[in-house]
Nanobody, 127 residues
C-alpha cells in the first residue's frame, strides 16, 4: 500500500498563494487517477482537482483558473498550486491516489474510490 503525506499548508491572507505537496512512499504511486480533496467541519469532503495517468486535469468550478494540479515524478510528489486564495478556500486538504481510471472532463471520483489517501494539511485564508 502506498503511503501519502501532505505538506505545505498554512495561513495566508486573501489573494495569497500556497503550494501543497503530497509525497508518496514509493514510485509509481499511482497508475490511475490522483486527486486533491478538501473538507470543512460540518460539510462533506469534496474533490477539488484531479489528474489522470495521461496528464489530463479537471477542476471544480470554484477553483478553475486559480488552482493547478501537477506531478513531479522525480520526487514521487503530487502538487497543488493555489493562487488568488479566498477565505472560502479555508479547509483541510487531502491528497489521494490509485483511484478509478477515468477522472477528466469535469469528473472527480469520490474520496472512497481512492485506495491511497493522506491525512491532510490545513489551509487557512484570512480576509
Amino acid at each position: 500500500q502506498v503511503q501519502l503525506l501532505e505538506s505545505g499548508g498554512g495561513s495566508v491572507q486573501a489573494g495569497g498563494s500556497l503550494t501543497l505537496s503530497c509525497t508518496a512512499s514509493r514510485y509509481p504511486y499511482s497508475t490511475t487517477c490522483m486527486a486533491w480533496f478538501r473538507q470543512v467541519p460540518g460539510k462533506e469532503r469534496e474533490g477539488v482537482a484531479a489528474i489522470d495517468r495521461f496528464g489530463h486535469t479537471t477542476y471544480i468550478d470554484s477553483v478553475k483558473g486559480r488552482f493547478t494540479i501537477s506531478e513531479d515524478n522525480a520526487k514521487n510528489t503530487l502538487l497543488l498550486q493555489m493562487n488568488s486564495l479566498k477565505p472560502e478556500d479555508t479547509a483541510m486538504y487531502y491528497c489521494a491516489s490509485n483511484g478509478p481510471t477515468f477522472c477528466s472532463g469535469g469528473y472527480i471520483p469520490v474520496w472512497t474510490a481512492f485506495t491511497s489517501r493522506g491525512q491532510g494539511t490545513q489551509v487557512t485564508v484570512s480576509s
